[in-house]
């Protein structure tokens, strides 16, 4: 563990707080993956992440964002992406207060990139199920897939290892 976290220029307190060892491979988790991505050059601390239920995505896919700036770009962006999100959601998944919706969104320079994983992306996953993570925290579950996909996506490099904890 020691020896990824000086890969990435990391102490190895701050290894053994953030990587696990899951069937034999290092897989960094949590706030540690999430601080990779936030402190990467073309990153420039513009992430954000978090989930939603289904009313508050209606909520969201409604509202107007027409500031400026990097957050307002970022807002937009997401907005759009939950705006297909919940149109191809059923009524009867817009009325469940339990169907949450997991998202990260960064930039890369000019590049904005959204990540959506929800309770849906997780059952066709097999990772639901009773007494799962995803049954105790589906909102820090789906948040953490979300942010997992989006950093491997935009910022490959700043990732050492295969996997993240969660998807592991």
């Known amino acids: 563990i020691a020896a990824e976290g000086m890969e990435l220029g990391k102490p190895p307190t701050w290894a053994l707080q953030n990587i696990a060892v899951i069937r034999g491979k290092p897989a960094i988790w949590g706030a540690g993956l999430k601080a990779l991505a936030m402190e990467h050059p073309a990153c420039g601390n513009r992430l954000l992440s978090g989930c939603y239920n289904a009313p508050e995505i209606g909520g969201v896919v409604g509202a107007v964002n027409d500031g400026e700036g990097d957050i307002w770009t ?95």
């Open 74 to 168: 970022m807002r937009r962006e997401l907005q759009h992406e939950l705006e297909i999100r919940f149109k191809a959601m059923s009524e009867r998944q817009r009325q469940q207060p339990g169907y949450f919706c997991g998202w990260a969104v960064a930039m890369r320079g000019d590049v904005v990139a959204v990540s959506l994983f929800d309770s849906n992306d997780a059952e066709m996953a097999g990772l639901g199920g009773k007494g799962s993570m995803y049954e105790k925290w589906p909102r820090r579950m789906l948040a953490a897939r979300a942010v997992g996909f989006l950093i491997r996506d935009l910022f490959p490099e700043a990732m050492v290892t295969d996997m993240t904890r969660e998807e592991a």
